[in-house]
């Protein structure tokens, strides 16, 4: 099992649509997939409908109190070979009180070890602020991804690279950075040449502008039953074949 985190220490950078639609691209190549909502905003359990975003019960929340396990709080989605688990509000108040427990950033990691047999890779969508709840999504992961829509998200990548660095010092790991959503050309090449001033690389692929795309969490599932020719479509599939390739596909995803 492979873990994917999707992550900027910045909101509105589009994780959250990254995250759903990358994880529908794995499960569309029959892979076993476990989307994962750490966002306390929820927002990916208000685009699937699997959740209110405000009960602590049935969300990922229940499982970091210790009243559920991480492999009862997953439910199937619509979408075949894709499996979800919900979050909720209250999971970033709970996130401040982890900091009292040894080893709270490895919770999450703990809880995935039950699911190995499961699934063959688990997507996160990642807080937007540093915390506690952040800091298990990167300790959890195998591969980061993250994307970059303006300078702002270039700016606020020293935070999270740190944080990284703390977490993960033995740095295995991989990153991909990923530029996102430009609907304006010199946006694109400000960021660029902001991430090459600061030694940043820029992964193979691009999500491009796409209003299909941008307009996909209204209608409850990915882009590809939304608009499959799109080219948001096209991009996120190609996000999905590079991702199978650094990850090692589906050797990997049984190992």
């Not at 992964?203 to 799109?230: M, T």
């Amino acid at each position: 099992m492979r873990v994917i985190t999707v992550i900027n220490a910045k909101g509105g950078c589009g994780k959250s649509t990254i995250a759903m639609n990358l994880a529908s691209a794995l499960a569309g190549s029959q892979y076993r997939t476990l989307l994962l909502d750490m966002y306390p905003q929820a927002q990916v359990t208000e685009w699937l409908g699997l959740g209110d975003g405000l009960s602590i019960e049935g969300s990922i929340v229940s499982a970091f109190l210790g009243r559920s396990r991480l492999s009862d709080l997953v439910v199937p989605t619509h979408i075949p070979h894709l499996s979800f688990c919900p979050s909720a509000q209250p999971l970033e108040d709970m996130g401040r009180d982890l900091v009292h427990s040894i080893g709270y950033e490895t919770l999450l990691g703990g809880f995935l070890r039950d699911l190995v047999s499961r699934f063959d890779f688990v997507v996160i969508d990642s807080p937007n602020q540093i915390s506690p709840i952040m800091e298990n999504s990167i300790h959890a992961a195998d591969l980061f991804i993250v994307p970059f829509e303006s300078t702002k998200a270039v700016k606020s990548y020293a935070n999270f690279l740190g944080l990284v660095l703390r977490i993960r010092p033995e740095g295995h790991f991989q990153v991909l950075h990923v530029l996102n959503n430009f609907y304006r050309p010199g946006f694109r090449k400000r960021v660029i040449e902001r991430m090459n001033t600061e030694s940043i690389p820029i992964a193979e692929v691009e999500v491009r502008n796409c209003g299909w795309l941008a307009q996909v969490d209204e209608h409850g599932g990915s882009i590809f039953d939304y608009r499959p020719k799109s080219k948001g479509a096209e991009d996120i599939q190609a996000l999905c074949t590079y991702v199978e390739r650094i990850l090692g596909g589906r050797e990997a995803a049984v190992a």
